[in-house]
């Protein structure tokens, strides 16, 4: 069994038994670690030591971090989750390299609220920026520390000292003092220092280079991966009873005959939650058919079916100015406007939510797929009546999410049927048409753009408005919930709120990193949602570097400038100007294609959230005029992520991010009438298919050694989307500014003569 997915833990007993340096909390590192959460969106842990870096300013007590026992058996604990990105085997190298241990002689143990450091949310590309961060400098403290212990033994400076790479010091004349026997001399309670100094790069033996992801082997094989996979002894199965999506309610649901189903232990009733639990999964999901066998109420006001989401536009919001600069008039030769469009996006996990509860001895341990468990845990022991140390949320990965799908909601569900059947183990897992039907969507946008060339070619002034409900309302208290809704009593549902500035939302990378004079950026920040929505990946910058980048085009063209140099004309930032030439050098952009009806080449650039990872990215498609299919020949992305900590890691990020950008810009969107979603099946919302993907993909991930860590999670999403819309523009001539560019849509907008 993996060791994510373990029943048993670790007491505290047995780690002060085992002595050496600890790296679980101490009581001091668990009230400080555990006061608030959060992350994106939310209350981050609160800073007791300013000055460090990372996530250590939340967590500066080294043993929140690293264990190593007097055998020399080390232990590296981590607040963030392996959501299926690698991060696990990123993070796993970064300690590694500033230990100077081989990875595999780490045991490495990540989001447990009885055990890891409070890291708020993974979410927001901050695992490296902040985890990475906080990792590579307690790392460091702990080699220094280690060096310092052995100096004092032989009387010798520390800087004569080195390390051997598998778990010494070593002295200049050879001798040697293992990791464990130094630790077992030192002070359990010391905090991190600022200033420790890191491992030179040009001596890693771990970090900038690709190893092998450490949590694929138990998913190539069929083994325990998920927490699908999870069985306790004496477990219980649950289903809940809900109508088809999420604002509805079943009006007459047959509870009477599900209780008299065989295998069905209970029906758990509480204002209009409802679930079932048997002995089996499947008598669970007969009974649950038979339960919902009933019309269904709409409870909320109705979806927007007519005008899709330009209906924000329509809607009360509140006004944030995100840009207002004056850099003097200037003259407008040309001038160019649009409106640019997504619909709301599922999260598609290939695998529905699903997570395990058990109450017992008074107290709720819960296995979840949450990006956010520290959270999870404060706002469950609300939902239940617990005190928060009485409610341990275990990470147990899925099929992966990349933003708020059920995961959440079906753990909060689960705890609660839990605390209804003391002593049993209740896993809980939706089905794919709840999952469909109920989760928080990804939000619809609309911008608005209206931008001038002066005389010279260069952007005089750039007026953008963007309209969007809150891409984060997770939970963070009870009420964030959907049954915090049902129970009785309930509570009342969480405010959502606008994430303010440099992270943003729906305004996430809405101002441009090019030098425009004369920007004015308004952010309308839609409070009501006409759909429930959440945190997808990449958030508002999705759209808005969609739009920016198809600008970028159209007004390159207005003046007759190339594409490229039109971008470069623009940037002042380096590193910016760096990958954008990489990319388009390695795709032959001087050379390539002239749109020609069929095909056409394009580009796009972003920094996420203009302080994460510099991505460029140029694309050749093809377009059939007689269908409006789009065919993706080839695509070269260059990004800069800091220092590469897992280079493959990387690619495998911005590679999976243009892939599912592709889908998301060519065939995804949630549909609905007025009283329900309709997309509740893969057939009824496509994504894109593997005889769709690219026909080549090659990333490149710029060498910055030593450079600060940059998240790379959700860098390509708006590149990927925004080439491929001026790619389609380059064959055909035709600017397309909505979302999803669907067959039908382009071979419309083409028009019958191609």
Known sequence: MSQSLRPGALTRRDILAAGGLLVTFSLSARSFAQLAGGGEGGAAPKAVRPDLPGSLKSNPDLESWIRIAPDGATTVFSGKAELGQGIRTALLQVAAEELDLPPAAITFVTADTARTPDEGLTAGSHSMQDGGTALANAGANVRMLLTN????????????????????????????????????????????????????????????????????????????????????????????????????????????????????????????????????????????????????????????????????????????????????????????????????????????????????????????????????????????????????????????????????????????????????????????????????????MVTKVEAALGPDRRIAHWNYEVWSNSHNTRAVKAGGYLAAQQIRPGFAPQEAKPIPMPEGDGDRNANPLYAIPNMNVLYHFVPEMPLRVSALRSLGAHLNVFTIESMLDELARAGGVDPLAFRLAHMQDDRARAVMIEAAGRFGWSHRPAGDGRRGCGMAFARYKNIGAYCAIAMEVEVEPETGVITVHRVHAAVDAGQPASPDGIRNQVEGGIIQSLSWATREAVSFDATRRTSFDWGSYPILRFEDVPGAIDVHVMDRPGMPFLGAGETSQGPASAALANAVADATGVRLRDMPLTPEVVRAAIGPGG
């Not at 600022?194 to 970090?207: H, I, V």
């Open 149 to 444: 212990a052995a100096a004092k033994i032989w009387n010798v400076a520390p800087d004569r000292l080195s390390t051997s790479g598998e778990g010494h010091i070593v002295a200049p004349d050879g001798r040697r003092l293992p990791y464990g026997q130094l630790a077992a001399t030192l002070s359990r309670h010391v905090e991190a220092v600022a200033d420790a100094p890191r491992r030179d790069p040009r001596g890693y033996r771990t970090m900038g280079r690709s190893i092998p992801r450490v949590d694929i082997p138990p998913k190539l094989v069929g083994g325990e991966a998920f927490v699908q996979d999870l069985r306790l002894p004496g477990m219980l199965h649950a289903r809940v009873v809900r109508g088809p999506s999420y604002g509805t309610r079943l009006a007459a649901p047959q509870l009477a005959a599900a209780r008299a189903m065989p295998g069905v232990v209970a029906v758990i009733e509480n204002g209009d939650f409802l679930a079932v639990v048997a002995r089996q999964e499947w008598q669970a999901i007969k009974a649950m058919r038979v339960a919902q066998q009933s019309d269904y109420i709409r409870t909320l006001p109705p979806l927007p079916a007519a005008d899709g989401p330009r209906h924000l536009q329509s809607m009360p919001s509140r006004e944030i100015v995100v840009l207002d600069t004056h850099d003097g008039n200037r003259s407008a030769w040309k001038t160019v406007r649009g409106t640019f469009s997504r619909p709301w996006y599922s999260h598609g996990s290939i695998g529905p939510s699903c997570a395990v509860a058990q109450f017992r001895d008074s107290e709720l341990t819960i296995w979840s797929h949450s990006q956010g468990v520290f959270d999870m845990h404060r706002a469950i022991a609300e939902l239940v009546g617990l005190a928060p140390d009485k409610v341990r949320c275990i990470h147990s990965p899925s099929a992966g999410c990349y933003g708020q799908n059920g995961a959440d909601d079906v753990t909060a569900e689960a705890g609660l049927i839990a605390m209804a059947l003391p002593g049993q183990p209740i896993r809980l897992q939706w089905m794919r048409e709840q999952e469909f039907g109920w989760e928080p969507c990804g939000c619809g």
